[in-house]
């Protein structure tokens, strides 16, 4: 499956933006999919990921309550609604699937995420 992602850009802190990732060739109704971003200097991370359904989510600590991740396998695309943003959420952020339905046994550093968009970045200023 083909991942492209958008919606990046430059934001204040405590602003919001919105990434899509939207897929082709296949659909992604049987992929869980995840958003990771890489700060510079540091390594990649999962901030989020959602199961094929949409009923099972993840996220890392420090976006929780200020970042929902949801899917719309109808129009075959995963969105990350992102509020109350802060500097340190700076990085380049790319969407990946995983094929494999649930979360279970999901591996946070993305080596079982066979599919990756080319990235997108969001930059927060102070």
């Known amino acids: 499956v083909q991942l492209q992602a958008s919606g990046g850009g430059l934001v204040q802190a405590g602003g919001s933006l919105r990434l899509s990732c939207a897929a082709s060739?296949?659909?992604?109704?049987?992929?869980?999919m995840g958003w990771f971003r890489q700060a510079p200097g540091k390594e990649r991370e999962l901030v989020a990921a959602?199961?094929?359904?949409?009923?099972?989510?993840y996220y890392t600590d420090s976006v929780k309550g200020r970042f929902t991740i949801s899917r719309d396998n109808a129009k075959n695309t995963v969105y990350l609604q992102m509020n109350s943003l802060k500097p340190e959420d700076t990085g380049v952020y790319y969407c990946?699937?995983?094929?494999?339905?649930?979360?279970?046994?999901?591996?946070?550093?993305?080596?079982?995420?066979?599919?990756w968009g080319q990235g997108t970045l969001v930059t927060v200023s102070s």
């Open positions: 060739e296949r659909p992604l109704s049987s992929y869980s």
């Open positions: 959602i199961a094929w359904s949409g009923t099972m989510k």
């Open positions: 990946a699937a995983r094929d494999h339905p649930y979360l279970s046994g999901m591996d946070h550093k993305g080596s079982d995420f066979g599919s």
